[in-house]
């Protein structure tokens, strides 16, 4: 069986693994190292387990029917003839109540293995071993590119007073922390409008969803148990605080069965989101680019298996204009398998130009997950007239970080005496001409 084989069905199930061990061993293997080896034990131990199991209650049943048949018959409950079938019931009972946690414990070892393992990259996702293997897809917007030198967008905003992140760290929260004020807030406001309005009007359905998740919501969307570390947790309850409206988005219709007339359904939302950024330390410290809370306007789409693909493209189209419209120079990158989500197959990055660094950065990242998040969740859809479900495919986008599109407005649009021109596109929102 060829690894494309798995494209409409990208989760591992252990069907699966069980049945293709070598060709699912060989994608993985483009993702990192990933040893199938102890799932495959752990799978042979719970099916001889399940075999014994299922032998021993098979005999269980026969017994008590033939004590009963034998009572009937006229034999005596008490005489050797039953007591003999009674004492051989009660070691196979006696064996199932050792055997059946045996098997539980081994069910939830290989649960735990599964929900480890990510989903397996598209075969026309590019092979590398990390980001410096990303593929350039395009560029656009050479001619908004600044021609003059540029401040970083920390300092142009504490100039303009817009940004505090000294009083937001000191005084209210910790570092990686930022207080926005007068203009710096009236422009999120506005990057959140446009986007949503932008969305909308494309579409896409507007969604508020709660803030804080459950546990299983994060597992569902592939977020728990690898992503614990980088969540917030709050402690005395079973919520989570959201790291992006992906998690919401995709439990809208966990465990439900949509109608095939029902897809595609296309979902956006504006959420602030919280991540830990474990790991990141020392990177991006100063500046709106790596903080523990930010905005972010999310794109979410259910679809139909046939045209995922397709919709992905348009996923990204639907982010580009975004940064079109705010004439923000970026680039297209296509992730290699070695820098894919968790729960992607295939992904592409939108990274802004960032002047003061001389480089772009991640602004959006639009990927297709098929119908990873579709079976953890159990999203299926029935087609008119057909007797089985089929699961859906998922797709979410960045559109856009706010935070982000924030500094890059502020760096891109700065004037040589040192105010920072308002985008045309949002100057109907803030009313403004200049921060």
């Not at 071993?129 to 021609?147: A, C, H, I, S």
């Not at 979902?267 to 990177?283: L, N, V, W």
């Not at 070695?338 to 003061?356: A, I, N, Q, R």
Request: net charge negative; proline share 6%.
């Amino acid at each position: 069986m060829l690894v494309d084989d798995f494209q409409r069905t990208a989760v591992l199930d252990l069907k699966q693994v069980r049945e293709n061990p070598e060709a699912i061993q060989v994608a993985l293997g483009k993702r990192g190292a990933y040893d199938l080896a102890p799932l495959l034990e752990l799978d042979q131990q719970q099916r001889k387990l399940e075999t014994a199991r299922s032998q021993l209650q098979a005999r269980s049943n026969q017994i008590g029917k033939q004590v009963g048949q034998s009572i009937k018959a006229g034999a005596d409950p008490n005489g050797p003839e039953v007591m003999a079938l009674k004492a051989e019931g009660n070691q196979a009972k006696a064996e199932l109540q050792t055997l059946e946690p045996q098997e539980r414990e081994i069910k939830a070892q290989i649960e735990s293995i599964l929900l480890g393992l990510p989903n397996l990259p598209s075969s026309s996702t590019p092979v590398g071993k990390d980001e410096t293997e990303n593929v350039e897809v395009r560029r656009w917007g050479d001619e908004y590119l600044p021609q003059q030198p540029t401040k970083p967008h920390w300092e142009i905003g504490e100039t303009l007073g817009i940004l505090d992140f000294k009083r937001a760290a000191e005084k209210i929260a910790q570092s990686r922390f930022v207080a926005l004020i007068g203009a710096g807030a009236a422009l999120e406001r506005a990057l959140i409008s446009f986007m949503l309005d932008r969305h909308t009007g494309a579409g896409y359905q507007e969604v508020i969803p709660p803030y804080l998740i459950n546990s299983a919501a994060l597992t569902a969307s592939g977020q728990l148990p690898k992503f614990a570390e980088e969540s917030f947790q709050c402690r005395n309850d079973d919520l989570w605080l959201t790291p992006t409206a992906e998690v919401p988005l995709t439990n809208l219709h966990r465990d439900e069965i949509l109608s095939a007339d029902q897809l595609p359904i296309h979902y956006c939302a504006y959420t602030p989101c919280f991540r830990r950024e474990a790991g990141s330390y020392g990177k991006d410290t100063r500046g709106l680019i790596r903080l523990h809370q930010f905005n972010k306007v999310e794109m979410y789409k259910f679809v139909h298996p046939d045209h995922s693909f397709d919709a992905l493209e348009a996923l990204v189209n639907d982010a580009e204009a975004i940064l079109q419209q705010l004439k923000l120079p970026y680039r297209v990158i296509e992730l290699c398998t070695g820098d894919l989500g968790f729960s992607s197959c295939k992904t592409y990055d939108l990274e802004v130009w960032m002047p003061s660094s001389d480089s772009y950065r991640e602004i959006s990242s639009c990927s297709n997950c098929l119908d990873f998040q579709a079976r953890r969740a159990n999203i299926r859809f029935k087609a008119s007239g057909q007797k089985g479900t089929q699961y859906v495919h998922t797709l979410n986008g960045s559109g856009l970080a706010i935070g982000r599109t924030m500094a890059a407005i502020l760096e891109n649009y700065q004037e040589p005496n040192g105010a920072v021109r308002v985008p045309e596109v949002l100057q109907p929102y803030l009313r403004r001409e200049y921060l």
